[in-house]
C-alpha cells in the first residue's frame, strides 16, 4: 500500500476505465477524470493521499495555462480588447454583485461577501476549454465568446490577488451552531510567505511589482537562455529547461503567496512572440494532458463526503445557487452582446460553474485571514460541486440544442425562376468550387441550399442562389431536373445525399450524377443509388499530398506524377469490384469475402507501383 508504485498505478488504472466509459457514453473526459476521483476518495486512506496530491496536481492547471499564454502575443489581447474589457469583465463585475448581494443576504459582512464574489465569479477554465474542444465548439460565436470571458478571468487573477489581502480588515467570520455569525481572530499562522508584515497596500505593490518582474525575465532573459542551450545541441535539455520556466515561476510566486497558474500565464504572454514558442509548447504539451488528468482526479478525490453528507441540501443548494446566479447573468449579458438561440445557451451554461482558481483564491483568502478554515472548507466544496455539475450542463446545452433545432422555423423557398444544364445541390465549399470552375467556364448554374446564411453569401459574392431543401422533388422540378443534363451533389448530410440521388435516377435515368461521398461506405450507397462519378471529399487533396511526399523523398515530378496516376487508376477499379460485394448493412470487418479481396488488391497496387519505379530506374541515364 506504501510502495511507490501503487498510486500512479491506481490512478492510471481508474482513468483508463472510467475516462473512455464517460467519453463512449457521451459525458465527456472531465466527467471520467472526476468520478474516478470520486471512487478513489471513498477508498481508506486513499483519499487522504490523493487529497494530499492536489497542489502538485494543479500543475496541470498551471501547464494548461502557460500553454494557453504562448497562444495569446500581446498583439492578439490588444485585438481582444473590446471583448476582453466588454463581456469578459461585465461578466466578473456583474456575477460577483449577483454573489455578493447572495452571500450579504446570509448574513455574512461585506468585506467576506464581496471575497465570495470574487471567489465565485470565476469558472473552470480546465474543465470548460477541455469539454469545448472535445465537442468542437471552441470555433463557434459562442466557443469564441466563451474563450474571451475564460481569458479576462484568468486576466483579473492578477487584481484579484492584489485586492484580497485588502479585505483582511474584516477578519475571518464562521456560523455558530446557534446559525449566528461571530467574527474569529486573525491566524498568523496561515501568513508564511515573503510578504508576511507588509500592509495590505504593501502586498498589493508587491504582487504587481513580482508580476512586472516576471514579463521583463521573459522580455529580456529567454533569447540569451535559448541560445546557449541550443549550443548545447541536446533534445532533452529544451524540455528541461521548458519545465523549469514553469515550475520556477510557479515556485517564486508560490513562494509569494501568489498563484502559480497566474505566473505561467503571464510568462506564456510574453514568449508567445518567442521564436521558441512552438518547442515549449511541444515540450509541455505530454505533461499537461497527464496532469490535468490528475487534477480532476483531486478535485473529485478532494469531496468532503463527510461534511456533505451532514449537509447536504444546504451545500448541493448553495452549488445550484451560484450555478443559477451566474447563469441568470451570463444569458442576460449573453443577450447583450448579441449572443442567440443555441450560441447564448452554450454561453451561459458552459461558464456557470465556479472554477479552479477558485481553490487558489480560498487558499490566498484563508492566508490574509479573509476567510475561517471552515468558511473556506464549505466554498471549496461548492466549487467542487458546481465543477462537478459542468458535464451535466453540457449534457443540457446537447438537449436545449436539439430542441431548438426541431422548433426552428424553416425558411419559405424561394421560387425559383431560371433554369440550366447543371444543378448544384448544396453550396459548402465543395459545392462552392465546382460552381466557381463551372461558371467561370461559360456554363450556367442553379445552385440550391438549404443554408439561408450560405445562400446569402453567395449572393454578396454575385452568384444566383435559390434558397430551399434540394431533395424535395417540387423544388428539383422547378429548378429544371427534367432538362438538366449534369447533377451535382454536394450536400452535408450522408443520408439526405443518398435520397437525392435515388430521385433523380428514378426520374431521370439518363442524367448525369456527380456525388460527393465521405467515405468508401457512402461511395458503395451512392454508386448502388445510381451515381455516375462519386468523389471523396479528402481523396483528392490526399493524392496530391502523397505525390508531394515522392516528390521530397526521391523521385522526380515525372515519376511521382506516374505513381499518382496509377494510385487513382487502381483505386477507381478496386472501388468498382468491391461495390459488387460490398453489403449494406454488415461491417467490412464482418464480411470476410470483402477483407480478403481488399487484402488481394492492396498486393495487386503495391506490385504495380514496385513495378512502375523499376522502370522508372531502368529508364534513368
Known amino acids: 500500500m506504501h510502495s511507490v508504485l501503487f498510486l500512479p498505478t491506481l490512478y492510471l488504472l481508474a482513468a483508463v476505465i472510467a475516462v473512455p466509459l464517460a467519453a463512449r457514453l457521451g459525458l465527456g473526459s ?69 454573489l455578493f448581494a447572495g452571500a450579504s443576504l446570509l448574513g455574512y459582512p461585506w468585506q467576506t461577501s464581496l471575497a ?62 446557534d446559525g449566528s455569525i461571530t467574527k474569529l481572530a486573525k491566524d498568523a499562522a496561515h501568513s508564511a510567505t515573503l510578504f508576511e508584515g507588509l500592509p495590505a497596500w504593501g502586498i498589493a505593490l508587491a504582487t504587481l511589482a513580482t508580476v512586472a518582474a516576471i514579463i521583463a525575465a521573459g522580455v529580456f532573459l529567454t533569447k540569451p537562455i535559448f541560445r546557449f542551450i541550443h549550443a548545447a545541441h541536446l533534445r532533452e535539455m529544451y524540455t528541461a529547461l521548458a519545465l523549469l520556466i514553469v515550475i520556477g515561476i510557479s515556485y517564486l510566486m508560490t ?72 447563469g441568470i447573468v451570463l444569458f442576460v ?59 451535466v450542463l453540457f449534457l443540457a446545452y446537447d438537449f436545449i440544442s436539439k430542441l431548438l433545432e426541431k422548433a426552428k422555423p424553416s425558411a419559405e423557398p424561394d421560387e425559383i425562376d431560371s433554369s440550366g444544364p447543371v444543378i448544384i445541390a448544396g453550396i459548402g465549399r465543395f459545392g462552392q468550387i465546382v460552381n466557381r470552375l463551372v461558371e467561370s467556364s461559360g456554363f450556367k448554374t442553379v445552385v440550391l441550399d438549404h443554408n439561408l446564411e450560405r445562400i446569402q453569401l453567395m449572393r454578396s459574392f454575385g452568384y444566383r442562389a435559390f434558397l430551399g ?27 439526405a445525399a443518398l435520397r437525392l440521388v435515388r430521385h433523380a435516377r428514378k426520374v431521370r435515368p439518363d442524367l448525369h450524377i456527380i456525388a460527393r461521398a465521405r467515405d468508401r461506405s457512402h461511395v458503395f450507397a451512392l454508386y448502388e443509388a445510381g451515381a455516375n462519378d462519386i468523389v471523396r471529399e479528402l481523396f483528392d487533396s490526399s493524392l496530391r499530398a502523397g505525390r508531394y511526399v515522392l516528390e521530397n523523398v526521391g523521385m522526380t ?22 461495390a459488387d460485394i460490398w453489403q449494406p448493412d454488415t461491417s467490412a470487418a464482418d464480411n470476410p469475402a470483402y477483407m480478403a479481396r481488399v487484402r488481394e488488391l492492396e498486393k495487386e497496387l503495391e506490385l504495380n507501383l514496385q513495378a512502375l519505379a523499376e522502370k522508372g530506374g531502368d529508364a534513368k541515364p
Open 30 to 98: 472531465v466527467l471520467g477524470y472526476l468520478s474516478a476521483g470520486m471512487v478513489i476518495g471513498l477508498m481508506p486512506g486513499i483519499g487522504e493521499e490523493t487529497r494530499a496530491l492536489q497542489h502538485f496536481a494543479e500543475f496541470g492547471v498551471v501547464m494548461m495555462l502557460f500553454i494557453v499564454g504562448l497562444e495569446l502575443a500581446p498583439g492578439l489581447l490588444w485585438d481582444m480588447r473590446h471583448r476582453l474589457v466588454g463581456l469578459g469583465g461585465l461578466q466578473i463585475l456583474l456575477s460577483c454583485l449577483a
Open 116 to 177: 465570495i464574489g470574487l471567489v465565485l465569479s470565476l469558472s473552470s477554465t480546465a474543465i470548460v476549454l477541455q469539454t469545448l474542444t472535445e465537442k468542437g465548439l471552441v470555433q463557434t460565436p459562442g466557443g469564441r465568446s466563451v474563450f474571451s470571458v475564460l481569458l479576462t478571468q484568468d486576466i483579473a487573477v492578477v487584481p484579484l490577488l492584489a485586492l484580497i489581502p485588502l479585505l483582511s480588515i474584516a477578519g475571518p467570520v464562521a456560523i455558530t451552531p
Open 255 to 326: 513562494l509569494l503567496g501568489l498563484s502559480p497558474a497566474l505566473g505561467a500565464f503571464l510568462a506564456g504572454v510574453v514568449l508567445a512572440n518567442s521564436e521558441f514558442r512552438h518547442e515549449l509548447e511541444s515540450d509541455i504539451e505530454p505533461f499537461k494532458g497527464l496532469l490535468l488528468g490528475l487534477f480532476f482526479i483531486t478535485v473529485g478525490a478532494s469531496i468532503d463526503f463527510v461534511s456533505l453528507t451532514a449537509e447536504p441540501l444546504r451545500l448541493i443548494g448553495l452549488a445550484f445557487a451560484v450555478i443559477a446566479l451566474k
Open 333 to 391: 449579458l449573453g443577450f447583450g452582446f448579441g449572443l442567440r438561440h443555441r450560441e447564448l445557451w452554450l454561453f451561459a451554461l458552459s461558464l456557470a460553474q465556479a472554477g479552479e482558481f477558485g481553490f487558489v483564491l480560498i487558499s490566498f483568502a484563508s492566508q490574509q485571514s479573509v476567510f475561517s478554515e471552515a468558511l473556506g472548507g464549505d466554498i471549496l466544496l461548492i466549487i467542487t460541486l458546481s465543477m462537478l455539475m459542468t458535464p
Open 469 to 495: 431543401d434540394p431533395t424535395r422533388p417540387e423544388l428539383l422540378r422547378a429548378a429544371g431536373l427534367r432538362d438538366a443534363r449534369v447533377l451535382v451533389v454536394a450536400l452535408d448530410s450522408a443520408e
Open 557 to 578: 515530378e515525372f515519376e511521382a506524377a506516374e505513381a499518382e496516376q496509377a494510385f487513382f487508376s487502381h483505386d477507381r477499379m478496386a472501388l468498382k469490384e468491391l
